[in-house]
């Protein structure tokens, strides 16, 4: 396992802290982002101007193609500029859906026109893509989704006309574009009558209501489609082959989410639990040993993955593990650290205690994160089968058609 650099990786590093120093705003706390703190639209505007900044540089897409706005680089230098960009202000909640996962898709699967149409637009922040998968009866089980999208007439390159419910889709309030997932054959094996599409969310018959959360945001939708017209040239993918085009995102989905930025860290919490002065306090200090040791194991499973990606090797199902302890550790520094302020955990008060404001928000935002991108159960059974190569999780409806499995 390498723990440094290596000269070349070093230089791009250096490259990349140099840019960032002249064109981006200090961090304040740990989840402090581009615009916060201003009403939502001027808080997308200087989202925009940010990204837009960092598509002219080459960093918006680093491993991707020049040809598509990106710097052509490898993984490992994406993985060096999101660490150097850590520690500045950034973005959050606006392009990661698009850039991380609905483009790679359109790249994967859709034709030049596509290519040329929608890349570049996204990368500058022009426009903003969604991910439409989840509905209220397919979350984890996602093959088990409902939305019908059905041939408007019996022909080859006909419309498709589409109905149905999605849920939790991110950013579909402000999104120009969103990655559908169909089913088109109901008389198959739920994951053979899939059919992915791309659609335009201005498109009549489609609502977007926005879902109210706890902490007064609303971060995610649902969407519901009631006739809605599709060419088929927004098609991506077979007809029927919809599963292969949705595990190409979901493969980009648990990486984008592994490389989560601005959660509470060991580090910050130690400042925290020093300026309190509650290190004295056995029980504190051990938490305190607890958390570090789990920060240490998290930062030793990064350097692998860095180590096997500067190797040339695609990083595999062991990428849930990163995941898995990440989110659970986010939740449980945060809630000891709102635990021993007891009602004082209850004041915001961003101006006086940034440190203390990240820690709420981490709080806040950390039982979502055990869900999105796969649950703590499903990286599990992922970790147990396939990494591990425990047996399979027993599937009742393997090979049944999906209308018989559904009534
Ligand atoms: C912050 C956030 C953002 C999201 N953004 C999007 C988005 O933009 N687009 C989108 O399409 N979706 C999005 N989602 C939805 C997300 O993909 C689903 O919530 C997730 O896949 C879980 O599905 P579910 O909520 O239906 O829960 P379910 O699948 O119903 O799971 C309920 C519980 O049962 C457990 N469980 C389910 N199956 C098994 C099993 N086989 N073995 C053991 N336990 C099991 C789960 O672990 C969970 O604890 C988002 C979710 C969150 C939290």
Not at 366 to 383: K, P
Request: with cysteine; charged share 25%; proline share 4%.
């Amino acid at each position: 396992m390498n723990f440094e650099d290596s000269p070349q990786e070093a230089q791009f590093r250096a490259t990349v802290r140099e840019w960032l120093a002249a064109n981006a705003e200090p961090k304040r706390h740990p989840r402090d982002f581009v615009g916060d703190g201003l009403p939502a639209d001027q808080r997308l505007a200087a989202a925009r101007v940010w990204q837009a900044k960092k598509a002219a540089a080459g960093y918006a897409a680093v491993t991707w193609p020049r040809e598509f706005g990106g710097l052509g680089g490898t993984p490992i230098q994406h993985l060096i500029y999101l660490q150097e960009e850590s520690k500045w202000r950034s973005t959050f909640g606006y392009f990661e859906i698009g850039i991380g996962m609905c483009l790679p898709t359109l790249m994967a699967y859709g034709n030049q026109h596509h290519k040329d149409r929608y890349v570049r637009t996204a990368l500058y922040g022009e426009e903003i893509w969604c991910q439409l998968f989840s509905e209220p009866a397919a979350g984890s089980d996602l093959a088990g989704i409902r939305m019908r999208a059905r041939r408007e007439r019996e022909q080859e390159g006909s419309d498709w006309m589409v109905d149905g419910q999605k849920v939790w889709t991110t950013g579909a309030q402000f999104s120009d574009f969103g990655l559908l997932l169909t089913r088109t054959d109901p008389t198959v094996p739920k994951h053979a009558g899939l059919t992915m599409f791309f659609v335009d969310m201005k498109s009549a018959g489609i609502e977007v209501r926005p879902i109210r959360q706890m902490a007064g945001e609303s971060e995610f939708n649902e969407v519901f489609f009631t006739g809605v017209r599709i060419p088929d040239e927004q098609r991506l993918g077979p007809v029927g082959g919809g599963w292969k085009v949705a595990l190409t995102t979901l493969m980009f989905e648990r990486l984008t989410v592994g490389t989560e930025l601005g959660l509470l860290t060991a580090q910050s919490m130690l400042s925290l639990l020093a300026d309190r002065g509650d290190l004295s306090d056995p029980a504190v200090a051990e938490s305190m040993a607890d958390a570090w040791i789990v920060d240490e194991g998290l930062r030793l499973h990064q350097c692998r993955t860095l180590t096997a990606l500067s190797k040339g090797s695609t990083p595999g199902p062991e990428q849930s593990i990163g995941k898995l302890l990440k989110a659970r550790q986010a939740q449980r520094m945060s809630t000891f650290l709102m635990d021993l302020a007891g009602q004082g955990s209850l004041v915001v008060d961003e101006e006086t205690d940034s440190l203390w404001s990240s820690v709420q928000r981490t709080w806040n935002w950390s039982a979502a994160l055990r869900i999105a991108g796969g649950t703590d159960q499903i990286l599990r059974n992922i970790i147990a089968e396939r990494v591990l190569g425990l047996p399979e999780e027993i599937r009742v409806d393997k090979g049944i058609p999906f209308n018989q499995v559904t009534k």
